[in-house]
């Protein structure tokens, strides 16, 4: 399976793309967890990624678009993947469609999760990650960690109210370029967010079928 996954911050791309790496052996690639981890890491690439990241703006495309490079041709990616959270620009989904001419793997589909905007802001301000393995905790949900971690459950800076709203608004303005982009190819599925984690992903099933 060769799937993008795109929506809104808080819209579920993560928890749904565990899921279906989880069912289908193909490898989940989050943008957003790659730059975490190097942000975490205190490297000069994090500390770069991260001053655009804090003020919920996008990190520049060669960044992204060289993470993903690199992932997709590690070797990693026999049965597929499953790209949560990128492309977020119509220049980073025409970089993804050469590599993937290139490399004679067509995308099966682009999942578009829709989750309305006062629930979005609701689920992301209470959500939680681990400050030490990055593990994220839902709203109201037990606490998630990476087997053996017992770090401390903090907020994400950039899942403050006001950021996360910026990261909307950024979101509707960049990322209707990329819909548009795979609505024109007949890739484009979309499907509603709202419900239960069981709920949406019976729906992504559906909708992929
Ligand atoms: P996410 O966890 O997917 O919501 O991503 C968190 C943040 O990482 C975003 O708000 C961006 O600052 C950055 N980011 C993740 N993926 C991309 C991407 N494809 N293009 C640009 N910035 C990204």
């Known amino acids: 399976m060769r799937l993008v996954i795109m929506g ?3 819209a ?3 928890t749904q793309a565990g899921l279906l790496a989880a069912r289908t052996g193909a490898c989940h690639i989050s943008t957003g967890d790659v730059l975490r981890d190097a942000v975490r890491r205190g490297s000069p690439f994090g500390r770069e990624a991260q001053r655009h990241m804090e003020r919920g703006r996008l990190v520049p495309d060669d960044v992204v678009i060289g993470i993903v490079a690199e992932r997709l041709a590690g070797g990693k990616c026999k049965r597929g993947f499953l790209l949560d959270g990128f492309p977020r620009t119509v220049a980073q989904a025409r970089a993804l469609d050469e590599m993937l001419a290139g490399r004679g793997e067509p995308l099966d589909a682009a999942l578009v999760i829709s989750v309305p905007r ?3 802001v609701r689920r992301v301000a209470g959500r ?11 709203v109201g949900a037990e606490p998630a960690h990476t087997e053996g971690c017992q770090g ?3 907020q994400r800076d950039d ?10 608004d950024v979101y509707a303005r960049e990322t209707a370029g990329v819909l548009e982009h795979y609505r024109h190819a007949g890739l484009l599925r979309e499907v509603d967010g709202s419900g239960t984690r069981k709920e949406v992903s019976r729906r992504i099933e559906a909708a992929l079928r």
């Not at 899942?159 to 909307?168: A, G, K």
């Open 152 to 154: 401390t459950l903090v």
């Open 128 to 138: 939680r990650v681990c400050a030490a393995c990055g593990a994220v905790s839902d």
């Open 8 to 10: 809104t911050p808080g």
């Open 12 to 14: 579920g791309k993560g």
């Open 159 to 168: 899942d403050r109210e006001e950021t996360v709203r910026h990261r909307l």
């Open 118 to 120: 006062d629930e979005v």
